[in-house]
């Protein structure tokens, strides 16, 4: 019900977060430190996961405050930064582990 002044009377129980990829800059890079911590990769690809968020990380810090920042930035950088991910870890279509629940292997 509205209520007078435009607000609305919601009685909220609670709040979930899907797919919650709130602040890419800091959270791209856990996705290197996750998935080592979880023997999901090796060391080595650990490195080359963290060398490569730091571009991701300077492409997300250029398109939002560089000289040629936009949406066409953003969107280039979070392309480059989730292809990486995928590189290492895995896409959505052929996931090299269940991403519900890591413990369980892709068929």
Known sequence: MLKE???I???LKGIAIGNGLTDPFLQ????????YE???????WSHV???GMKVCQGLI???NNGPKQGIKMQVAALEF???LSDSVIGNPL???FNVYDIRIPCE
């Open 5 to 7: 002044g435009g607000d």
């Open 9 to 11: 009377d919601l009685n």
């Open 28 to 35: 791209y890079p856990e996705y290197s430190t996750f998935s």
């Open 38 to 44: 979880n023997d999901l990769i090796s060391e080595r």
């Open 49 to 51: 996961m963290d060398e």
């Open 61 to 63: 810090w250029e398109s």
């Open 81 to 83: 930064c989730q292809l």
């Open 94 to 96: 052929h996931p090299k």
